[in-house]
């Protein structure tokens, strides 16, 4: 698949654009674009310049209004610029009515979503759902591929000109191509499922969380693995298990992909063997990102995640990481806004958050290993806890944890 890919120009500069909607204002598409910037950055491309517009729906047409468009097109070929990303998903119409007005390269959100995912996967069983992914979304945009070729006219009902026939021609392939990559994922399916049950009846805890909140830092840490962990989106696809022990108790701990704002429908359907994972689980450790400016919409996203995939009634613990990059702006006294979440300091967020959740929350920094100690015993207690009830004659061998249970012994 080569659609989506454009790692072959790393330094390629990219025009973000993003709308202000009633749904949306404009502090809200900042951090958007900011997001989109992340994920352009991680795609290899360069952003150069944000492009945003006050509109009450996208132009079903090209999305921004006609000026904004042109205006966009002056800068574009004003600084060479050879990607133009929007930050939601365009339909058919819209993709080629951009390119053609623009004459580059344009990419939504989902196809740049895409293209990260193609790059990062390492497995077969990843390439394989990635692909699959890209030609689900590919399929319903096939029309614009061959905008080159003109449609003939005029010589009754049933002539049709070459652009249909090989438009036709490609459908064919591309559904032929879905169902094939379909029973493969079945087949990884029934393998992982065979995999999932030769682990007996441990205590299965899933790592989950929005994208780059340092879930994959976390398991190195816990599990003292090499998990490939960098601050850059989706560096983790393949899910990893590991069996790890605290105190004398042995459980499975899985570091899993990480979540992200309309993530695409393409790719949680086409993950589902990854996600099965997560919905088998037992205990799921929700890490959240504290020092993120958004992080409580983060929560709510991957909230939303779980409940799509089947998992949202699941036991959990809120991990707020990244403590050492928190930063607290004392607000003016004679500032009479409401507080942002710059302005609220970090001792008050722990008892907000600690009050609400009791003791099915804390705060750590997985970078600086301060708030280690604390989790590894609150998860030792909960595991035990799901353990018991499996195997009540155990009870006795698993008695609290003490301080020195927590010295290095694989944990």
Known sequence: MKEFIITDAPTERAALVGLITPEQNEQKVEEYLDELAFL?????????????????????????????????????EADKIGVVVFDDELSAKQLRNIEKELQVKVLDR????????AQRAQTASAKTQVELAQYQYML???????????????????LRGPGETQLETDRRIIKAKISHLKEELQAIDRQMNTQRQNRGKLVRVALVGYTNVGKSTLMNLLSKSEVFAENKLFATLDTTVRKMTIGNLPFLLSDTVGFIRKLPTQLVESFKSTLDEVREADLLLHVVDISHPDFEEQIEVVRETLSDIGAKDKPSILVFNKTDAFRFVPQEEDDLRPRSRENIPLEELERSWMSRMQDNCLFISAKERSGIEKLKEL?????????????????????????????????
Do not use: C
Not at 57 to 65: D, R
Not at 110 to 117: G, H, K, N, P, R
Not at 140 to 157: A, D, I, K, Y
């Open 110 to 117: 989902t196809s740049l979503i895409l293209d990260i995912f």
């Open 40 to 76: 352009a950055e991680t795609s290899g491309l360069e952003p150069a310049r944000r492009f945003k517009q006050r509109m009450d729906y996208p132009n079903p047409v090209t999305f921004v209004g006609p000026g904004k468009l042109q205006e966009i097109k002056e800068y574009v």
């Open 379 to 411: 998860l030792y207690k909960h595991v035990r806890e799901i353990h018991i009830t499996r195997f009540p004659y155990n009870d006795f061998l698993y008695p609290s944890l003490e301080k020195e249970d927590l010295v290095d012994n694989g944990a």
């Open 140 to 158: 319903p945009r096939l029309t614009r591929l061959w905008t080159h070729l003109e449609r003939q006219s005029g010589g009754g009902t049933y």
